[in-house]
């Protein structure tokens, strides 16, 4: 007897679909994840992206937010109405200043945003992982 059990891909995803759920309860319940109103869910749905919104909603300006991780304002601004795009890096320490995952600051499209193609979280850091090994096997090298 084998243990082996096979899925297609939507049977899959409704499994990761609904562990995806339960996890997303179970921090709304412990107070990790906010609640929107239904009046937050107009203003995020109204925003230029994502960013825009969270900022807003933590109750910072463009520069206390640029300060907290380094940026200027006018660069952290282009972000916001969607003219620049930004590396895992700098999307990480967005995050982490406004107490939400990467992944409720990056499109799950790939969009183009000015010059800058934005991908998916996935693909970022997937682009960010083969940068670090590219970068650690040169250090190696020399």
């Known amino acids: 007897m084998s243990d082996t059990i096979t899925l297609s891909r939507a049977e899959y995803q409704d499994l990761i679909d609904v562990r995806d759920a339960a996890i997303a309860m179970r921090d709304v319940a412990s107070g990790v994840m906010p609640v929107l109103s239904e009046a937050d869910v107009d203003v995020y749905l109204a925003a230029p992206t994502p960013l825009a919104f969270w900022r807003r909603y933590r109750r910072l300006t ?3 937010l640029a300060d907290q991780i380094g940026i200027t304002q006018p660069y952290l601004a282009q972000i916001e109405r969607g003219h620049r795009g930004g590396d895992v ?3 990480s320490k967005l995050a982490a200043a406004l107490k939400v995952r ?3 600051l990056v499109p799950e499209e790939v ?3 000015g010059t ?3 991908r998916p979280i996935d693909t970022v850091v997937e682009h960010a992982r ?3 090994a590219r970068n650690t ?3 190696r090298s020399v």
Request: zero cysteines.
């Open 102 to 104: 990467i992944e409720d």
């Open 137 to 139: 096997a040169a250090k």
């Open 116 to 118: 800058q193609e934005v």
């Open 130 to 132: 083969a940068e670090w």
């Open 62 to 64: 463009q520069k206390t």
């Open 111 to 113: 969009q183009i945003i």
């Open 89 to 91: 890096v700098l999307y």
